[in-house]
């Protein structure tokens, strides 16, 4: 049975600042009425992930010009911004899958999307200095809204 | 003189980065590119210098929907140059994976990349607005594929129990039968999707295609087979040197594939379908007649439908092969380096994979060459368009783009495969 909380971490651990979402969910405890999920991005698997759950918290590492930048996307109330999120399989990223869920009657009614700016994205290559700086403060962040979600479910 | 150009400068619902420039003038079709300008990815490259053992790990990595198919070609190639076989019970066990891997692609692309096609959707989150059901139907059927590559490859995506020989850890017959009830489920819904798909409605066009697939005496074909042609060619993996030849070409960081002396060819479901209907087991044969389809198709919008029959009898060779299991009484055959060179085609959900390996006696690789199914269909999808484009040259340059996107679709192309997406420029002239 799925937790009514979960916080979804994706990325891809390989590819520098790509691998923020990862890095953050793991600063993270599952615990009672919590999942915490890893993810690559790929829409159908974070559609099955966030069926039935009263609130989800995705973590993702995003396009932008000011790394390390945190944002806070209210998910629930309208689609993400275009072009902020990279395309997985297909061109069928993060922001699809909300969006199919979104069509199908699936999104949790609380859907909170993190979105850490990243400087390089390339294979190989180490977190950089600015997304690394961010990743603590963003799991705090994240904490307090598990603790708000756990309050109301 | 008039002049006309059409382009998809990103093309949508594909894998990968490429673009279409078309070229018209006087009303007819001058040029037609597909520019794959994804970068290329140099995993040949990569190999050289591993041990032969880390070959399947490495190349499942090229791709995220057909990992199973590079382990699967990656193994077979090593096994005949290390001259071993593995036991009957392992080798269902890949059929099985393999199954597995066709569902979850076939299953992908029929509900969320083509069928908005058909139905004049831009895309599947605004189809799923309208066809619930039916969009919810195709995930769960994808799902029961991602479970048999998460049981048996360890787990959804890049698996990590096949090896060289076999695999890490075999299933018992217990772990199977939960996976047995979800497939007696996806069967349904692999009969309902060949149904639903064949009421679409398919644009009447036809080629003189030469087929390319494997060909087993009495399997659908996964992992064995002969490398056979609707126009002659029947061969072993290790000939495909010598009768298939790879093309640099300036407009696609992906090799083309042709056959020497020939051209172009077909690799895929198509071709596959049109090459062992007879080898297809009576419920998909049923299927496929009732869907209005003969033993052969070369209606290339008839794809989806092809895929969806794949689709029916891979659940159905599933559960077939989960009631005949046998646990291996090994999950691995022994292995000994020594040097050598090996050669495998496998059928990759989008068509025929090729890999070869030359390792030396402490089994490192010191070569390695490997040609997914897309760089083999490049120039069909090319020739697809210069057929069928002076048809269509008097609709609007929406509908002229829309046609051609769904065109190259009809073929599931992966680009990153193949170098390893899409744009479309028509210039009209």
Redesign the interface.
Same mark, same amino acid.
């Given at each position: 049975m799925a937790s009514p909380v979960v916080v979804i971490g994706v990325g891809n651990a390989l590819r520098a600042d790509d691998a923020a979402g990862l890095e953050i969910v793991r600063r993270l405890r599952a615990g009672p009425g919590v999942d915490v999920l890893e993810q690559?991005g $790929? +829409?159908?698997?974070l =559609?099955?992930a966030l069926r039935g759950r009263a609130a989800a918290l995705i973590v993702d590492a995003a396009a932008g010009t000011d790394p390390g930048r945190l944002h806070r996307l209210d998910a629930a109330a309208g689609p993400l911004p275009q072009g902020m999120f990279g395309v997985?399989?297909? *061109?069928?990223g993060v922001a $699809?899958g909300i $969006? =199919?869920a979104r +069509? =199908? *009657?699936a999104l949790p009614p609380v859907c909170v999307v993190y979105a850490v700016e990243g400087e390089r994205f390339e294979t190989g290559a180490p977190i950089s200095e600015a997304v690394a700086r961010t990743l603590p403060l963003a799991a705090e962040s994240i904490t307090k809204d598990i603790a708000t979600c756990m309050k109301r479910t | 003189m008039t002049r006309k150009t059409i382009k998809v400068d990103y093309l /949508?619902?594909? #894998?990968g980065e490429g673009a279409l420039h078309v070229s018209l003038r006087d009303g007819a079709v001058r040029d037609v590119e597909l520019r794959i300008f994804e970068p290329p990815r140099f995993f040949e490259a990569f190999l050289r210098g591993r041990a032969y053992a880390e070959a399947p790990d490495i190349t499942a990595r090229i791709c995220?929907?057909c990992p199973v198919a590079y382990q699967m070609s990656a193994v077979h190639a090593m096994e005949d140059a290390l001259g071993v076989a593995v036991d009957a019970p392992l080798r269902a066990l890949r059929r099985l994976l393999y199954c597995g891997e066709w569902i979850e692609s076939h299953g !992908?692309h029929i509900y969320? !990349?083509h069928a908005p096609d058909f139905l004049g959707y831009e895309?599947?989150? /605004?189809m /799923?607005?309208e066809h619930?059901a039916e969009? #919810?139907r195709g !995930?769960r059927l @994808? @799902?029961a594929g991602n479970e048999i590559v998460q049981l048996v490859g360890g787990r #959804?995506?890049h698996p990590i129990n096949v090896r060289v020989g076999g695999f890490y850890r075999t299933p018992t017959r217990r772990e199977l039968a939960p996976l047995a009830e979800k497939l007696k489920w996806a069967r349904d819904a692999a009969l309902e999707t060949v149904r639903w798909v064949a009421g679409f409605e398919f644009p009447d066009c036809e080629r003189d295609y030469e087929f390319v697939a494997l060909r087993h005496p009495d399997e659908y074909p996964f992992n064995e087979g002969r490398v056979v042609s609707s126009k002659g060619l029947d061969i072993g993996a290790r000939e495909y040197d010598e009768r298939f030849e790879e093309r640099h070409v300036a407009h696609s960081t992906a090799l083309h594939s042709v056959i020497r002396g020939r051209g172009a060819y077909l690799v895929g479901p198509l071709a596959r379908y049109s090459l062992n209907f007879d080898r297809l087991s009576p419920l998909a044969q049923e299927a496929a007649r009732a869907a209005g389809l003969g033993p052969v198709c070369a209606n290339p919008y008839r794809s989806i439908v092809v895929r969806a029959v794949e689709t029916l009898y891979a659940c159905d060779e599933a559960l077939r092969l989960i009631e005949g299991y046998e646990e291996p009484a090994r999950p691995a055959v022994p292995l000994e380096p020594r040097a050598g060179s090996g050669y495998a085609c496998t059928e990759a959900p989008r068509g025929l994979l090729y890999h070869r390996y030359t390792i030396d006696a402490e089994g490192t690789i010191t070569d390695a060459k490997i040609v997914p199914p897309t760089s083999q269909n490049q120039p069909s999808i090319e020739d697809d368009l210069r057929a069928f484009l002076p048809e269509w040259l008097s609709m609007d340059d929406e509908a002229l783009r829309w046609r051609c996107e769904q065109t190259i679709r009809n073929y599931d192309p992966c680009i990153s495969c193949s170098c390893h997406?899409l744009r479309l420029e028509v210039e009209r002239g």
């Open positions: 690559s $790929e +829409a159908t698997a =559609l099955d997985s399989t297909h *061109g069928f $699809e $969006e =199919l +069509a =199908l *009657g | /949508a619902r594909v #894998e995220g929907i !992908l969320m !990349l895309s599947a989150i /605004a /799923a607005r619930q969009v #919810e !995930l @994808k @799902k #959804e995506i997406f």
